[in-house]
């Protein structure tokens, strides 16, 4: 092979490597950026979620509840579940909080 033969490979040699390395560190940088991204909607989703929970009413807590009573097949209303029963009971009310606490 002639001179000018090497002297081409050598250049095509060196300007591939040299292409490779720079589209790994473009690929290391994307990375790299799209982590950030990922983790920056991760804690905007996170603080919305507190925030939601923030401003959730608050509930009764369960242990002072009183549980309610077994469901009876004979109960006329056991197509509405227990929550009919416990408002028919008076032991809890529509107004008093939105939470309805189940033994379940």
């Keep these: 092979m002639g001179a000018r033969v090497l002297a081409l490979l050598r250049w095509s040699n060196h300007a591939a490597k040299k292409a490779l390395r720079a589209l790994k560190a473009l ?4 990375a790299l ?6 983790r920056r909607q991760a804690a905007a989703t996170l603080q919305s ?6 401003r959730r009413p608050p509930c009764a ?5 009183p549980a309610p009573p077994p469901i009876s097949l004979t ?14 009971a008076g032991e809890i ?8 606490y189940s033994p379940y």
């Design 27 to 30: 690929v290391k940088l994307q």
């Design 33 to 38: 950026v799209r982590g950030f991204l990922v």
């Design 49 to 54: 979620m507190q925030a939601l929970i923030a």
């Design 61 to 65: 807590p369960t242990a002072s509840a």
């Design 75 to 88: 109960s006329t209303t056991l197509p509405f579940g227990p929550a009919a029963r416990w408002y028919a």
């Design 93 to 100: 009310s529509p107004t008093t909080s939105p939470c309805i």
